[in-house]
């Protein structure tokens, strides 16, 4: 596991580190430049003040052990007069001026000058100025080097107080009971640390929504199924009390009604659960034609055993990024309604259109049934409710889950769900994805 400390510790000290190098780097050469420049002069002053008359032997020569200057002096015919380190790795010959020599001991800056009848050379190792430019470096640095433990652990004490924000929050919801989703507070908390608690409290207030329509659907559930149940069990009840074939026969087929109606509505409530908004279903690009065409001709003899004629009145190419099987639940759903409130003799047109591209895709279901009052279409996307024609039906049994469903396929794929009045005379629903 990373630490953001350890990381910050790291990194702060490698580029304190990198930081002081490229300071020694740059201070060393900056005094390698001065030394050089007060070195030649010393040089040059040197130079000057040797004697210019002409010699008549050859000095005595001292110890070339001496890393000092090297001093060599030439009669103007050529011969060597002086030279104050017999073994010194330097041309024979001098050279006018400032220049740099390049011998197996080492880099040598010579300066030769011409000094009366006498030519001069001086000789100085670079190393003596690399060695004092070294010198002073290092004595510039040390105070920086000697507190970088200190700088150290500095670091690692601002790092921690920094993240003590987060340690907080981290204590703040190790301490909360799993029930708990109101807001972390944000007060007093750095700039950097609140949006990710804003972050966390969107993420409580969205649970909160969630576990609150978890909840009530729940409730919902259970007392919509607590109805069907119980005739389920007074109607196996009667079948047990039935006294010859006849009324066992006759119990017999209500049991198997209020078990279909029980399943339906088990059914019903798990297709209303796979259609929430956040169910993750997988969308791929969907043959929208193709797809409510199957649906139509599933539920065609359905519609021919009761008299209706259902069909497609206009259907063009479309194509929409959905998930297949919620797009069935949901035309399923919007025609079995069709089916079940349009009475016999009579009609159910599906049409679907596009635009030029077939990207922007409006399906239409329209019937001559009794269709929904204005007034109440509104709600008629509510779970389990039913309008005041659909409640005075005897004949049409429901559960108030169907157009629930709709809506809700509808916002999982960010599709817009009308309710209308069909030229039929009844109910038009239009979808637009």
Not at 193 to 213: E, F, M
Not at 232 to 240: G, R, T
Not at 338 to 348: M, S
Request: with cysteine.
């Amino acid at each position: 596991m990373q630490s953001i400390r350890r990381q910050l510790l790291f990194w702060l000290i490698g580029i304190v580190l990198a930081g002081v190098g490229l300071a020694g780097w740059l201070i060393y050469r900056q005094a390698l430049a001065e030394a050089n420049e007060l070195f030649d002069y010393q040089l040059q002053e040197i130079a000057a003040a040797l004697p210019s008359e002409p010699f008549a032997q050859i000095f005595g020569a001292h110890n070339d052990a001496d890393e000092g200057i090297v001093i060599q002096i030439w009669s103007r015919t050529g011969s060597l007069m002086y030279y104050s380190h017999p073994r010194a790795p330097l041309a024979p010959r001098a050279e006018l001026g400032f220049s740099t020599e390049r011998t197996d001991r080492g880099d040598w800056r010579v300066y030769g000058a011409i000094v009366g009848d006498n030519v001069v050379q001086l000789a100085q190792p670079l190393s003596v100025r690399n060695r004092l430019a070294a010198n002073v470096a290092l004595r510039t640095l040390w105070p920086l080097i000697v507190l970088l433990p200190f700088l150290g652990v500095a670091v690692w004490g601002v790092v921690g107080r920094g993240l003590a924000p987060l340690r907080r929050v981290t204590r703040a919801l190790d301490a909360r009971r799993p029930e708990a989703l109101d807001p972390l507070p944000d007060a007093g908390l750095p700039l950097e640390v609140r949006p990710l608690v804003r972050a966390l409290n969107g993420l409580l207030a969205r649970l909160s929504s969630a576990l609150d329509t978890q909840r009530a659907f729940v409730a919902d559930a259970a007392h919509e199924l607590r109805t069907p149940l119980a005739a389920v069990q007074i109607q196996s009840q009667l079948v047990a009390r039935a006294q010859d074939a006849d009324a066992r026969r006759e119990a017999l087929a209500d049991l198997q009604a209020g078990v279909t109606r029980a399943t339906r509505l088990a059914e019903q409530l798990l297709a209303l659960a796979r259609a929430e908004p956040d169910a993750g279903a997988v969308k791929e690009s969907i043959d929208l034609r193709m797809l409510l065409a199957d649906c139509v001709a599933a539920h065609a003899p359905i519609a021919q055993r009761a008299g209706i004629d259902l069909g497609f009145e206009r259907a063009q190419e479309a194509t929409v990024t959905a998930d297949a099987d919620s797009l069935r639940v949901m035309f399923g759903n919007l025609l079995d309604n069709a089916v079940k409130y349009t009475p016999a003799g009579g009609r159910i047109d599906v049409s679907l259109t596009a635009d030029e591209d077939g990207r922007l895709a409006c399906v239409q279901i329209a019937d001559s049934g009794p269709g929904i009052p204005a007034e109440e279409r509104s709600r008629v996307f509510d779970r389990f409710y039913r309008d005041a024609s659909a409640r005075a039906r005897t004949d049409v049994s429901g559960s108030g889950l169907g157009l629930a469903i709709v809506k809700r396929v509808a916002a999982q794929h960010k599709a817009s769900i009308e309710l209308g009045d069909a030229p039929l005379g009844g109910l038009l629903v239009t979808v637009r994805f």
